[in-house]
């Protein structure tokens, strides 16, 4: 006769995985760095925006934010408030991260895709996934950057703005 001790540690721990999208866009102007990633990209333009404006970073962020429930990125580093004035988008996405651990959840994987029609950034991926992997305390292995142009056709087409989508997965281990 088995044991109630036996029959519970035969039951496996239940784990519930959570996701997330973001998105983010932002106008591509003359006298602005541009960083993607935690990268700053050479190019005579750069992203506009209350922060460094990493669209990909900020994109992550909300992936992340949005599959624990937990608002967006403007809920937790508002535009309206100085002290994101100019900041690196590699420490709010840090930030996200301890916000993540202190609620009991592990990334498991982020993927995202940029849309930019120049300058051309593949051979930057590498060292995004290095650094957002860096920022949130996990292997560069669990992060894709990929990158797209709009062939020419609207804003992006135009090298107007730039945008970038991400899609992220937690674990949230036995919390139902």
Do not use: W
Request: glycine residues 12%; hydrophobic residues 40%; charged residues 25%.
């Amino acid at each position: 006769m088995k044991s109630k001790k036996n029959i519970q540690e035969k039951k496996q721990k239940t784990v519930l995985l959570r996701f997330g999208l973001g998105y983010d866009i932002h106008r591509l102007v003359k006298g602005r760095k541009l960083i993607l990633g935690g990268v700053r990209i050479p190019s005579e333009i750069g992203l506009l925006g209350h922060s460094d404006a990493d669209v990909l970073l900020h994109a992550i962020c909300d992936a992340l934010l949005g599959a624990a429930a937990m608002g967006d990125i403007g809920k937790h580093f508002p535009d309206t408030d100085e002290a994101y004035r100019g900041i690196s988008s590699l420490k709010l996405l840090s930030h996200v991260g301890i916000l993540l651990k202190k609620q009991g959840y592990q990334i498991g994987n982020i993927d995202s895709t940029v849309i930019l029609e120049r300058p051309k950034i593949a051979k930057h991926v590498d060292l995004m996934c290095r650094k957002i992997g860096r920022a949130l305390h996990i292997s560069s292995q669990q992060v894709s950057v990929k990158a797209t142009t709009h062939e020419g056709l609207e804003v992006f087409g135009r090298g107007e703005g730039c945008a970038a989508y991400a899609i992220a997965y937690i674990v949230d281990s036995g919390r139902m």
